[in-house]
């Protein structure tokens, strides 16, 4: 079955960096867009950033472009989330996510908070 297992959040100043990565298995993972969302405390869950399935084509929220960058390695079925400059607003839950077959599949989640 579908397994999105993120990692990489934790308690970061602002202005700086974290990167996140998410490992995907039980399905053919360079077949499929995937991508970031977060949810902050008492707000709806937000889509951060969408990779195609090559790489090519990235879209990002305009909360954080020029800030985050997402990526992926389809050898290694693996989608990352590079974000710096992070900002105190960027606190949140991020989850790595895809949509198939008209269903949403969501890892757990990793933490991810800015604060001094």
């Known amino acids: 079955q579908v397994q999105l297992v993120e990692s990489g959040g934790g308690l970061v100043q602002p202005g700086g960096s974290l990167r996140l990565s998410c490992v995907a298995s039980?399905?053919?993972?360079?077949?499929?867009?995937m991508s970031w969302y977060r949810q902050a405390p008492g707000k709806e869950r937000e889509l951060v950033a969408t990779?195609?399935?090559?790489?090519?084509?990235?879209n990002y929220a305009d909360s954080v472009k020029g800030r985050f960058t997402i990526s992926r390695d389809n050898d290694k079925n693996t989608v990352s989330l590079q974000m710096n400059s992070l900002k105190s607003e960027d606190t949140a839950v991020y989850y790595c996510?895809?949509?198939?077959?008209?269903?949403?599949?969501w890892g757990q989640g990793t933490q991810v908070t800015v604060s001094s």
């Open positions: 990779i195609n399935t090559t790489g090519r084509t990235t």
């Open positions: 039980g399905f053919t993972f360079n077949r499929y867009a």
């Open positions: 996510n895809l949509w198939r077959s008209s269903t949403n599949y």
